[in-house]
């Protein structure tokens, strides 16, 4: 496919005039063709306004239509991905296999989600029926969740794919029946406008209406930050980092009438070795943790950034160990010039604190040109750590903090005093975790997913799954941007008060025509 | 019992020193005894403090021992309703009748909750099962929906009991396994120490630890600020105005780390009499209407505070009968001096608008003393509603506007144009539903509930209810505040990954061993 450089509008493209800019290829630090187009304010003012009509019918489409168009999305995704394999290694610097995953994860939610609604439970359909001999009378009651209105999504830099314009926010709110405006991420312009491309032959082929889905380009945050504050539009869909995300929660709750913003906002993931596993398992857990910490150029919102370990020989042979591989570790091609600097500037500001001591430096391969990040590990005492709380902080990028404790007591009160994280992680024995169940107990408190014996890297796309965890890791502690239960987000339940039958949605029907199940008087069931 | 005027915190008495304050008898305009003493700032960091040393082990109890505890403020509420009919009658003026219907609401709110937390599903309890073989590694996750932590909640003026210190917020907090700090209302504070001091006995009672239970007085605004802004308190609950609810959301969103405010703000609640029914029931209506309007001097959130109707013979006929019944209305006695002034100032001032017509107006007694408010009716023309914003406004208060419309087009351009509420009313007959099946459409957007024939007051508690709707309706329009959905406020999703059976929660090991519906792979079982 061609690439344009425009916004789509709906069904139109838009038009010349607004600022523009490119991508940056990060392998060569060379910008790739073509130039993007800024988005207008009428654009964006359009783009609402579509999104809001369409609205209208696209929120009374039945699960199972609604499930043909994310299929129909899917399938063309599979049909582009060798064109994805090009461009997106382009603008991302990522390996091939790396786009192949991720480009099947993306269709892989869609297809999650068309299987979730085609089945058609999830509305959590009620029914508690009414009494008239009651005095006064008993209302018949059948409520269900239903669609929010317009949802802005902000493509992520680190998932050009999975978590950008046909990622999970757009898939899940899709999926409830809600129209989509994407704000796409700079950084990767024609991955988003080839998958953009994707979405409204889809939404054409399937016959869903105009300003279903819009994509806006934009070289600043003036798109965004209109989106965000537009009167017609009700959620927001966001990850990326706590300072943009804040941004984006401090506008919301600004607006006259606040709208719900969930935003996912990374987080430093910790890590605790307990003693018995790491007598046991030092050395494989070093391996494992250098693999979670360079992964992707440890570009993840997973990466864990700080590990807490018993002082003793062990914890020794457990840092030396990790020291050689990290010294070992070639530099890595980051995802923007941005991402990098900032990478750089926060490690460079790290080495010099006097408590901290740089363990191990990767290696910069010689002549090596383009967007690169070099692997760091740094070392602090559990007392230093304790009182610094910048050491707390993510540093996006492949780096990790070992912080060495003397005593049970100095590593519980680290837990304690954790902020929100999207993960916790714990190494241990049986043993282990029965002495340690205090801190179990605490890190369900600070976390969203609590891992057991792996590493917090991979995040698993089913039902059960949970990325989120309390602010500063998202916005929304009470909700996941993974799995099925993502699509709460953008749904809110209705009740429906003594309606005829023949005016309820088929979900609320008596025969209960959709085979679903509902909580009749407080049972669950099919009938 | 002996009231004491002191805060709760813990188990123990608020001291002296802060700022005093009395209730108002409404009937009589009247201080009543004793004086109530503000909680001071350490006071606040206390019950903060409690709380959260409280969290840790509440947050461990079973369902099962968390029902014991809330029946046993249920019972312990049923044995003081002798006692609440007076002091309640005294505080906020409602006839007897209405405070043990309440007082019996609010104890079969503790038990609905009760018996949710006994049964158990409503964790909502995860599981997708691992596979070792797959590459990579497809890992065993688990999740459930854990309580949050302090949660604190601001008594309602209007319902005293059922919204109050062991109202709904309370319950369903508890209910999650929360512990909880009240603010009470100024306006009844003997009714918040009297349900204070049974729910402290039942914690006791129940062998709960110090600090699930705080109850907080303050003459001001100072303590529920510091409550809202403490870093320990997890979520806020709160029944009241749009002012006040925007201000605790605003302070909330200001945090260093932000916490979701669950505000109830009230609502206009409109009502649609479309032709059919206007031509068949138009009396029936309006004495149903009337009835609503009146209904506890109009001081519910569910009020029907905007009545639309097609102009003709039918309309003047309902407006004559609707005005005799409004004119023939004596004064009623309100909670408060500062809800009265407030209506009586809105009442006035929308007597004085130019284009609307004050229709009828009720008879203040001969002789009366006591804070009382007149019913009032308006009317108004469809194209001067749409030019008065203002006119959509909640007036708290036993007073209605009646808004008559020219043509079906006019109708559905103000329902387009209606923020969001409680609730949304339609009378129709089948053919009306039929003929304006996009009214219902508009209408589901605007509101949490739709009634059909019948009247918005009256929310009935169960499990298929949503009191909720779009802001300015409620400040998080994806929650109810009312029925079992509304354990969800104060829960979330925590995931498990790879944990070995043994550190399971109950609720997520192989054998089920609470017999509870969860999701496997998928699929709902009670295996």
Redesign the interface.
């Given at each position: 496919m061609d690439l344009h450089g425009r916004s789509f509008i709906g069904w139109a493209s838009g038009t010349d005039g607004g600022k523009t800019f490119t991508a940056i290829n990060p392998a060569t630090a060379q910008p790739i063709a073509p130039n993007y187009i800024s988005a207008s304010a009428a654009e964006v003012e359009r783009a609402a306004q579509l999104a809001a009509q369409a609205f209208?019918s696209f929120?009374?489409t039945s699960g199972k239509e609604r499930a043909v168009f994310l299929r129909e999305i899917a399938n063309r995704l599979d049909g582009i991905v060798d064109e994805l394999v090009i461009r997106t290694n382009q603008e991302a610097g990522l390996a091939e296999a790396r786009i192949r995953s991720e480009a099947a994860r993306t269709a892989f939610q869609m297809r999650l989600f068309a299987?979730l609604i085609e089945e058609g439970?999830w509305v959590?359909a009620?029914?508690?029926k009414g009494d008239a001999d009651r005095k006064?009378a008993?209302?018949d009651?059948?409520?269900m969740w239903?669609p929010?209105?317009p949802v802005v999504v902000f493509g992520a830099s680190n998932f050009p794919l999975a978590y950008s314009v046909a990622g999970g926010d757009t898939a899940s709110a899709f999926a409830a029946g809600n129209p989509v405006i994407v704000k796409a991420h700079p950084a990767h312009p024609g991955t988003s406008e080839l998958v953009g491309a994707v979405i409204i032959a889809a939404a054409r082929a399937c016959g869903m209406p105009e300003g279903i889905f819009s994509l806006l380009f934009d070289a600043g945050t003036e798109v965004g930050s209109a989106l965000v504050k537009h009167p017609l539009v009700r959620a927001v869909g966001f990850t990326g980092s706590q300072r943009g995300g804040r941004a984006l929660?401090?506008l919301a709750?600004a607006r006259p009438?606040?709208?719900?913003v969930f935003a996912e906002m990374g987080s430093t993931n910790p890590v605790f070795i307990l003693p018995g596993a790491l007598a046991a398992r030092g050395e494989q857990i070093a391996e494992g943790l250098h693999g979670s910490v360079t992964l992707g150029a440890g570009q993840f919102c997973t990466k864990p950034g700080m590990v807490f370990l018993p002082k003793g020989k062990d914890a020794t042979n457990f840092s030396q160990n990790l020291s050689k591989r990290i010294g070992e570790s070639a530099s890595q091609v980051m995802l923007t010039p941005g991402i990098q600097s900032a990478y750089t500037g926060m490690v460079g500001a790290r080495a010099k604190q006097s408590k901290v001591s740089l363990a191990a430096e990767g290696k910069p391969s010689a002549g090596e040109v383009g967007v690169r990040g070099v692997p760091a590990m740094f070392a602090v005492e559990a007392a230093d750590f304790l009182d610094e709380p910048d050491l707390s902080e993510e540093v996006f990028g492949p780096t990790t903090l070992l912080v060495s404790y003397g005593t049970r007591e100095e590593m519980l009160e680290i837990a304690r005093g954790l902020?929100?994280h999207l993960t916790a992680t714990l190494h241990g024995t049986?043993e282990d975790?029965?002495e340690y169940?205090e801190l179990?107990?605490i890190l369900?408190?600070k976390?969203?997913?609590?891992?057991?014996?792996?590493f917090p890297t991979?995040v698993?796309v089913?039902?059960?799954?949970?990325h989120?965890g309390?602010?500063?890791a998202t916005?929304?502690?009470?909700?996941?941007s993974v799995g099925?239960?993502a699509i709460?987000r953008f749904?809110?339940?209705?009740?429906?008060?003594?309606?005829?039958g023949?005016?309820l949605p088929d979900e609320l029907k008596d025969a209960n025509p959709l085979g679903i199940?509902r909580?009749k008087?407080?049972a669950?069931t099919k009938d």
């Open positions: 209208i929120s009374r299987d439970s959590r009620r029914l508690d006064p008993k209302p009651l059948r409520s239903r929010l209105g929660m401090n709750a009438a606040p709208i719900p902020q929100g049986d975790l029965r169940r179990v107990e369900e408190q976390a969203g997913r609590l891992v057991f014996n792996g991979g698993e089913g039902h059960a799954i949970v989120g309390p602010y500063p916005s929304d502690g009470q909700s996941t099925s239960q709460y749904a809110r339940p209705v009740c429906y008060q003594n309606f005829p023949a005016a199940w909580l008087d407080g669950l």
